[in-house]
Structures are given as structure tokens and as C-alpha cells.
């Protein structure tokens, strides 16, 4: 039910349904100030003042007290961090060696966000085939698996000093994991935002290997006729409809399949399939 209808019959109910956290002081009273404007005209009507709605707090301490979120949105921060003992007990269902804080955000929006609720985070792209983030792709497949991926085309203009390449991802808590759609967002004329297709994916079956979707059109066109995991013994290739027998795979594909991981992510595996055919089981035939 949306935050109009519970403002205006149960007015107090805004605190608990609408939170923020933010350790920053000036960061948080930022959110604040848009809130306090964007809702104004509504609180009005109920007759209430917005209160405090953003936390100044370490939003890695917090914990979900009673009810979960519909929506957990965020732009978490990143960079490898380590961890106290305490911390590390509390996050290790999602970490595989080193830490990063991008991961630990996105493990704490599970846990805040109800059965059908949505996560939207803007984040690096590493954690889509990096070997540190295998526990944190495996949970996300379990329990939450992305419904949508948005990569930010040019790593300069979209965000302000930053050069990381960066998606915006929704996930959904107890969604499909063979039905992911992904675009290119970029930044337009004036300041607008440009949003182009890409295609589909779907996950891999052990969810916690590298994800491997499409990065271009022409990559989109591909994986709607086969499907690639790869699996402990190197590329699988399936047809899509199921059929048995070679995958024909033209060089120029080949090049394409090389380029739809992330930077550095099993760029040696990928690059098998020079044999220009994959058996049904993705062995690469003989060219
Ligand atoms: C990438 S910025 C995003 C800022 C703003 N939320 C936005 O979307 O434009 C990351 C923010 O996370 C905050 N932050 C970093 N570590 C935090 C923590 N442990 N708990 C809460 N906020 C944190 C930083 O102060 C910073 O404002």
C-alpha cells in the first residue's frame, strides 16, 4: 500500500515505514531537507511534520527491528575493508576472503528487505564474476536474484569522480533467477539519461559462479540462442531451446563471449572456445 494512503489514515506510521541511515551528519541532513520538501504538501494534508527520518548511525550495526522494507534503495560506499571479529562473524554467509563494503551493504539490504521486496543499489560491477564476492553472488541467487541490470556506460559524466565502472541492479527477495533483463544507461544531451536494451539473463545454476550477461546488443542476440555457465570443467554451452548437438560458434562470437564478463574475470576460460564448435556438454571441438 503506498506512503499516501498510510500517511493520511495513520500518520504516525511515516517513521517506521520510511528510514534512512547514514553515518555522515551533513550527508544525512542532505536526504532530510529533499524528504521534508517532497513530502510536504502530503504532510500537510495528514496534518503531521515529517520528524527525523534519516538516521545518523553506522548502517553496518543495524539490524532489522519488527517489520521488513518493500524497498531498500542505496548507493552504498566501496573499497576492501577489514573487518573486527565480531563484524566478520555477522557477514560471513556473504564473504569469501577479502571484505569489500559494497558486499556488506548488500548482504545488510537482504535482511532489511520483506519476502517480494525489492533492493535497488547502484555498485561496482566486480562482484559479477570476482572470485571475492563468490559467497555474496551465491546468496544473492538463493535468496534474492536480480531482476534487472542497468550497466552505466561512461564511467566519466554519470557519477562525479568516479572512475569505477558502476550498474544500478534491482534484485527481488524470493524472485525468478532465470529472468534477468539488462540495459546501458548513459548520460544524453543536457543532462538527460539515455536507457537502451541489452537483452536477457539468467543465472548460473550453481549461482555463486561468475554471472555472464550481455554487455552489447550484438551479445544479446547471442545469448538468445545459447546459454554459457561456466562450470568447474571450463565454458558450458547450452542451446537455448534444449536441442542436443554442436553449438556452431563463428569466430566473431567467440569474441563476443570473451567480452561479456567483467574486466579480468576468467578471461582465460572464455577464451576456449577457439575451436569455432562446443559440443552439447561446451567441450570446444576441434577447429
Ligand atoms: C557513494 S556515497 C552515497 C551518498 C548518497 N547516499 C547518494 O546516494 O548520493 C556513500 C555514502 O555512504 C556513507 N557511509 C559510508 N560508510 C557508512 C556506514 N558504515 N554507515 C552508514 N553510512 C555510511 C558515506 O558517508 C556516503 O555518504
Not at 9 to 24: H, I, K, N, S
Not at 70 to 94: A, C, E, I, Q
Not at 115 to 143: H, M, N
Request: contains cysteine.
Amino acid at each position: 500500500m503506498c506512503l499516501r494512503h498510510y500517511t493520511l489514515t495513520r500518520p504516525a506510521q511515516l517513521w517506521y515505514r520510511l528510514v534512512g541511515f547514514e553515518v555522515d551528519p551533513f550527508a544525512a541532513w542532505m536526504p532530510q531537507v529533499v524528504l521534508d520538501v517532497a513530502l510536504s504538501d502530503l504532510c500537510r494534508e495528514a496534518g503531521v511534520q515529517l520528524g527525523s527520518v534519516v538516521r545518523v548511525c553506522d548502517s553496518l550495526e543495524q539490524v532489522p527491528a519488527g517489520e521488513r522494507f518493500d524497498l531498500v534503495v542505496g548507493n552504498p560506499p566501496y573499497g576492501r575493508v577489514t573487518l573486527s571479529p565480531p563484524m566478520r562473524r555477522k557477514f560471513r554467509r556473504s564473504l569469501f576472503g577479502h571484505a569489500n563494503l559494497y558486499g556488506l551493504f548488500t548482504d545488510l539490504a537482504l535482511r532489511f528487505t520483506r519476502p517480494g521486496g525489492v533492493i535497488a543499489y547502484v555498485t561496482p560491477t566486480s562482484f559479477l564474476a570476482g572470485e571475492y564476492f563468490k559467497a555474496l553472488r551465491g546468496l544473492l541467487g538463493r535468496e534474492a536474484p536480480p531482476a534487472s541490470i542497468g550497466f552505466v556506460g561512461k564511467r566519466k559524466g554519470v557519477f562525479a569522480d568516479v572512475l569505477q565502472e558502476t550498474l544500478l541492479a534491482t534484485y527481488r527477495r524470493g524472485g525468478d533467477p532465470g529472468s534477468g533483463t539488462v540495459h546501458f544507461i548513459s548520460s544524453g544531451e543536457n543532462g538527460s539519461i539515455e536507457v537502451g536494451a541489452a537483452g536477457t539473463f539468467s543465472l548460473p545454476e550453481s549461482s555463486d559462479q561468475p554471472w555472464l550477461m550481455p554487455r552489447t546488443e550484438a551479445q544479446g542476440v547471442l545469448l538468445s540462442r545459447v546459454t554459457v555457465d561456466i562450470g568447474s570443467e571450463g565454458l558450458v554451452v547450452r542451446r537455448t531451446d534444449g536441442s542436443l548437438g554442436p553449438v556452431r560458434f563463428p569466430e566473431s562470437e567467440a569474441a563476443l563471449l570473451a567480452s561479456m564478463t567483467p574486466e579480468n574475470a576468467h578471461a582465460d576460460l572464455l577464451a576456449e572456445p577457439k575451436g569455432r564448435e562446443i559440443g552439447p556438454c561446451g567441450q570446444a571441438l576441434p577447429g
